[in-house]
Nanobody
Framework: QVQLVESGGGLVQAGDSLRLSCAAS????????MGWFRQAPGKEREFVAT????????SYASSVKGRFTISRDNAKNTVHLQMNSLKPEDTAVYSCAAAAGGIAYNNWGQGTRVTVSS
C-alpha cells in the first residue's frame, strides 16, 4: 500500500499559477508511475498528467498540454504538478494517484481543491 498526501491547492485568478505536490510513503519501492487526475463539480474524474517513475516519461491531457508540467523527485518520493495560465475550467478537486506493483493506478490521495476565478 502507498499513502499519498497532496498539498498546494487554493483559490487563484485566471492566468495565475499554482504548484501541487504529492508525497508518497509506504511501499514505494515498486512504483511504476504517478499521476494527477481531477474532478470538476458535476463531472466525472478525468486524467490530467502522468509520469513514469523510472525514466521520467510524461503524458498530458490535451486540455492542459503546454500549460501544466508534471515532475518527480525520486529521492523524496514526491511528484509535482506545475499549473500555469490557469483557466476557470481548471477548477476541480485534484487527486494524486500511484501505480505500484503494476500499471494500474491502485493508490489515491484525498485530493486538493483548486478554484480559478475569472
Amino acid at each position: 500500500q502507498v499513502q499519498l498526501v497532496e498539498s498546494g491547492g487554493g483559490l487563484v485568478q485566471a492566468g495565475d499559477s499554482l504548484r501541487l505536490s504529492c508525497a508518497a510513503s509506504g511501499r514505494t519501492f515498486n512504483l511504476y508511475a504517478m499521476g494527477w487526475f481531477r474532478q470538476a463539480p458535476g463531472k466525472e474524474r478525468e486524467f490530467v498528467a502522468t509520469i513514469r517513475w523510472s525514466g521520467g516519461s510524461t503524458s498530458y491531457a490535451s486540455s492542459v498540454k503546454g500549460r501544466f508540467t508534471i515532475s518527480r523527485d525520486n529521492a523524496k518520493n514526491t511528484v509535482h504538478l506545475q499549473m500555469n495560465s490557469l483557466k476557470p475550467e481548471d477548477t476541480a478537486v485534484y487527486s494524486c494517484a500511484a501505480a505500484a506493483g503494476g500499471i494500474a493506478y491502485n493508490n489515491w490521495g484525498q485530493g486538493t481543491r483548486v478554484t480559478v476565478s475569472s
